[in-house]
């Protein structure tokens, strides 16, 4: 359970899937001066070196952004890149924010983060991160995120993004969803899946789907980093999509469909 540590997939695929949408719906809150509450479930260590042996034993990230960079996909006011920019100038040029960092980058100092890890290694590199930024749970995500909703500020988003090392999260996660929309009915619910050749995924979109009408799934595809690699593709579930959002979710499925 306690064995999962991103380093080795940041910046892949999934990565630049995911962490584009979310700076996106970010950028979105922002544009009104109330505050926004950022919940994240599991939170990882924050920042990422893309140096790192173990980031290179992979090969994710440079099949991932390092090639996703030379397409030109984000232009320089997209807020996925401003964040990427933003990281790399405080922190060199292989740092990469996982999405505590992102979110503490775009968002203001008038915003609440509340971050999960149960990781020892990676919460304490969490805390050494984010500590002056952010609340910091060395705790299960799920019941963080319960304990704290509805939090104040009301208007915000939630990252559902578990390891989905406990094959159990795929049964949880519907249940969950579903106390925190009624609890916290105007948040935004952003849940992150693998796509696996085993299609894990499937039952849980389906009960997911019959459950939320204000949702939208969005899936894209590509080959596996390596041959013995299971994820083929990159899925969100999000609840309450902000006006404007599936503008970002097309130009992204062009994008990963010309990969």
């Not at 696996?196 to 939208?216: D, G, I, N, P, W």
Request: aromatic letters at 8%.
């Amino acid at each position: 359970m306690l064995s999962y540590q991103h380093i080795y997939h940041a910046a892949n695929l999934a990565d630049v899937h995911k962490h584009a949408v979310l700076a996106v719906l970010l950028d979105y809150l922002t544009h009104k001066p109330k505050a926004v509450t950022y919940v994240e479930t599991h939170a990882g260590r924050s920042l990422y070196n893309l140096s790192d042996a173990a980031a290179r034993k992979t090969g994710e990230a440079k099949e991932g952004l390092l090639a996703i960079e030379e397409k030109s996909w984000f232009a320089p006011d997209h807020p996925y890149r401003r964040a990427l920019e933003q990281t790399r100038q405080i922190n060199g040029p292989d740092a990469y924010p996982g999405s505590p960092a992102l979110a503490g980058g775009l968002l203001r100092s008038t915003d609440s983060l509340h971050l999960a890890e149960l990781h020892p290694q990676e919460s304490a590199a969490l805390k050494k991160e984010m500590r002056h930024r952010a609340n910091i749970y060395m705790q299960d995500g799920f019941e963080m995120a319960k304990s704290i909703c509805p939090p104040t500020p009301r208007r915000g988003v939630m990252l559902i993004d578990p390891s989905y090392e406990l094959k159990t999260d795929y049964q949880t996660i519907p249940g969950f969803m579903k106390h925190i929309k009624r609890v916290w009915n105007v948040g935004i619910q952003v849940l992150w899946y693998p796509i696996l050749q085993k299609q894990l995924h499937l039952e849980m979109l389906s009960h997911l789907e019959a459950t939320f009408s204000m949702s939208v799934r969005h899936e894209v595809s590509f080959l596996p980093a390596k041959k013995n690699h299971g994820m083929t593709g990159s899925g969100l579930f999000i609840i309450n999509p902000p006006f404007g959002l599936q503008e970002e979710l097309s130009r992204l499925s062009s994008l990963y469909g010309q990969l």
